[in-house]
């Protein structure tokens, strides 16, 4: 039994965050060609949700963002962008927090603060999906990547929450180059037009993209990649000043 | 003396609002060539503030906005998008509100959530200028419009939200064709020209600037404009399909 369903450590107290508001992450990575966002499943149920928390009272919220990151992720510097607050008055009012804390023996007075309404931030990060150690939320027992297209039942808003940083992404693909920060460090040509394909969801000329790519000056060609048949082999990229890039909070 | 700050309804209590979140409303206009934001003093002071207001319990985000833009402006219907939260956990932490309170002879106690820390909402409106009626928020005693050159002493980080809010304004200027929510429903092509450079800070070549508008396919020319010179006189134009693009909030 834990009376204390916000904070593993029974130290933290109400007072000690602001009330109903919390802060929620869109982790993407990218795998296989897919583009992958990872949940957490709650114990003892079928409901996933993103991974968030609370606002300390002497924390910025930016910071609130970053260390849930850092607490599912393992990872810090990574790239995050606050994108949208979700503040619907009805998007807690329903019925899986309820039958989550009951499914975990979790007893609070119907009046508690983290029953009542709650508006949320939302914030993406993007990461390199073989750096990521995932580790699941609290109350929760799993926290695993899904296809976008495949995304299991997700709690309140979540799924709106995952479409519209979706959009966003895509909006600033061009714009502020957030795309790289998917990446492991080296990478082909193709590979980085696979996740610019993937991410608008639509086929890209390779010739027109490498031409664009090539013109930020941002890339550093590295050395051939070795495949056994050397005259075809593509260039591997990296690059050059990563600081142009991870402009986030 | 007023015991209650934060509505004029003595009817209204604590426990109506979401404790420690405002909203705060950015509002453009376009005035003799100026791109303006509206502000309100706060009585007795020389201080400044962005309108603004908290969060009914049973109120989504958006409609809050809504109430404060239609408290502030009379108009509905307006041109109005979130656009970021800020959550600096000392941004609230100064003496100006305390000075507010004080010269307005309103005593609460300073462990009130009113003086605590706030995360605050930003949204900004784009307004016909001419059509507003400006009406001065709670405690305050002027409303006006401002030059963004021109700006005077802001509250809080007030100033920092205006900036913010004229680069997303900027940012969105192509991809969302907002710009034409700060002009009367007439107007003429240099009109939309000097609007267009005003909000970008930089000069635009018209032959380009034409043709790329006009391609947008939402324009109807619809009268020559009487200037006594008639071979010369600019067409007029306004927006054939308006609902294109007020799709914000």
């Known amino acids: 039994m834990n009376n204390n369903p916000y904070e593993l450590n029974p130290q933290v107290q109400d007072q000690d965050y602001i009330q109903q508001l919390s802060v929620d992450c869109v982790i993407f990575g990218f795998h296989q060609n897919q583009l992958k966002v990872l949940v957490s499943r709650f114990k003892n149920t079928d ?12 924390e910025n919220i930016d910071d609130a963002a970053k260390r849930i990151l850092y607490d599912t992720t393992r990872l810090e510097g ?7 607050t979700f503040g619907e008055y009805d998007r807690t009012s329903n019925e899986q927090l309820q039958l989550i804390l009951q499914k975990n023996q979790i007893s ?3 009046s508690h603060w983290m029953l009542r309404r709650f508006v949320s931030i939302g914030y993406y990060a993007l990461v390199d999906f073989s750096q990521v150690q995932p580790s699941p939320g609290f109350l929760c027992d799993i926290c695993e990547w ?24 895509q909006g600033g693909l061009d714009q502020k180059l957030v795309g790289f920060s998917l990446l492991p460090e080296t990478f082909t040509m193709a590979e980085l037009k696979i996740l610019y394909e993937t991410i608008l969801a639509k086929k890209i000329r390779m010739n027109n993209f490498q031409r664009k790519i090539l013109d930020l000056n941002i890339l550093e060609r590295i050395e051939k990649k070795y495949t056994g ?5 593509p260039y591997l990229y990296r690059i050059a000043q990563r600081d142009k890039i991870i402009d986030s909070v």
Chains 1, 2 share one sequence.
């Open 47 to 58: 409901l996933w949700g993103l991974l968030g928390g609370y606002v300390r009272q002497q």
């Open 78 to 84: 990574i790239y995050l962008e606050q994108y949208h």
């Open 108 to 110: 609070i007075e119907d």
């Open 146 to 169: 899904y296809d976008l297209q495949q995304l299991p039942t997700l709690v309140l808003d979540h799924e709106i929450m995952i479409r519209k940083a979706l959009a966003c992404l």
């Open 229 to 233: 048949a050397a005259h075809k082999a």
